[in-house]
């Protein structure tokens, strides 16, 4: 069974740092990862979606990687912002597109 | 990508009744799929929903306690039957385009109180 694990589970930084949230998996057999964010009481948002095939994708200040074979995947996050503040959540998809998800990172960005 | 609208939003409903989560796409999609997500914990899947197809649920979720319908490629439904107070969670759906990427995209979520 798919375990996937988010490390820290909090995070709070100053406004403007760099940071790195990280996600690991326990089957590398995935298809695609994809990493979301949730705000207080909303739904999810995707922000980036890798494949299988790929090894990272790249969105305005985010940037995400993805080493299937260690089964790790990890979010970074450049010059961080007060509105990033959130609950970043990772999921990784099976070939049937099932999603498993980790229990997410808070972050808070302290102006 | 996909738009997603929920309803109700939020409801509190009483022990022993049932509650019908009605959620509907911008687009046709072939796979959907319902979440529930209790207070303070991540997303547990509940069923896939694809249309043309019965219901596939996960382990620990049952046709009986959660009735899924499918009747179109734009729309399903949800019912939470005979509530209890452990029922009370935000329930989420999402849909997935197809191959290659099956990025997901979700709604914005029916929070349900059971008293």
């Known amino acids: 069974k798919q375990e996937v694990t988010q490390i820290p589970a909090a995070l709070s930084v100053p406004e403007g740092e760099n940071l790195v949230l990280n996600c690991s998996f326990t089957?590398?057999?995935?298809?695609?990862l994809q990493w979301f964010r949730q705000d207080p009481g909303k739904g999810l948002t995707s922000l980036l979606l890798i494949q299988s095939s790929q090894r990272e994708q790249t969105s305005g200040r985010l940037n995400a990687s993805l080493d299937k074979s260690s089964g790790r995947s990890t979010l970074y996050i450049a010059a961080s912002q007060p509105g990033d503040s959130a609950t970043y959540l990772c999921?990784?998809?099976?070939?049937?597109?099932?999603?498993?998800f980790g229990d997410g990172t808070t972050l808070t960005v302290k102006p | 990508s996909a738009v997603i609208s929920q309803k109700p939003s939020r409801d509190i409903c009483q022990r022993g009744t049932s509650l019908t989560i009605q959620c509907q796409v911008d687009?046709?999609?072939?796979?959907m799929f319902w979440y529930r997500q209790q207070p303070g914990q991540s997303l547990t899947l509940i069923a896939t929903a694809n249309q043309g197809s019965e219901a596939t649920y996960e382990s620990g979720f049952v046709i009986d306690k959660f009735p899924i319908s499918r009747p179109n490629l734009t729309f399903s439904t949800l019912t939470v039957s005979n509530m209890s107070p452990e029922d009370s969670s935000i329930y989420l759906c999402s849909v997935a385009t197809d191959l290659p990427t099956y990025e997901q995209y979700f709604g914005p979520g029916t929070r349900l109180t059971v008293t």
């Open positions: 687009s046709q999609v072939t796979m």
């Open positions: 089957d590398s057999a995935i298809y695609n």
């Open positions: 999921a990784v998809i099976t070939n049937a597109g099932k999603s498993t």
